[in-house]
């Protein structure tokens, strides 16, 4: 994604971290995705509005500090839960969000935490 197509979809993404997003090219589909999902979230929700993240990392030192990390500052309500065998942990975050933007901003932001799967 050209930086520019970027800052128009994304205008509210802190110029920091657009930057380092900027490097991290995005496929057609993954486009796609965000884009739908922005005009998903815009249609059926009053902004701000509570969201809900769920994502699994694998339960390896350092990688749900990351996660939570992420959402440093935002009042949000983080529970994790580990699997039977120890080897995911679950992470759901509760937490009020101004606008699509900044939903898809999120999970931009933790993209690049190495194994993380979102949904």
Do not use: H
Not at 7 to 19: G, V
């Amino acid at each position: 994604m050209k930086l520019w197509k970027f800052q128009q979809e994304f205008p509210n993404l802190k110029p920091i971290l657009y930057i380092c997003v900027y490097f991290i090219k995005m496929d057609k589909k993954t486009e796609e995705f965000y884009a739908r999902l922005k005009e998903e979230l815009a249609a059926t929700s009053e902004w701000p509005s509570e969201y809900l993240y769920k994502f699994i990392v694998p339960s390896e030192a350092g990688k749900v500090v990351e996660v939570e990390g992420a959402f440093n500052n935002l009042g949000a309500v983080i529970k994790t839960q580990q699997s039977k065998t120890g080897k995911y942990t679950s992470i759901s975050i509760n937490v009020t969000m101004k606008d699509p933007d900044a939903v898809i901003e999120k999970y931009i932001a933790v993209s690049t935490i190495e194994g993380i799967i979102s949904f």
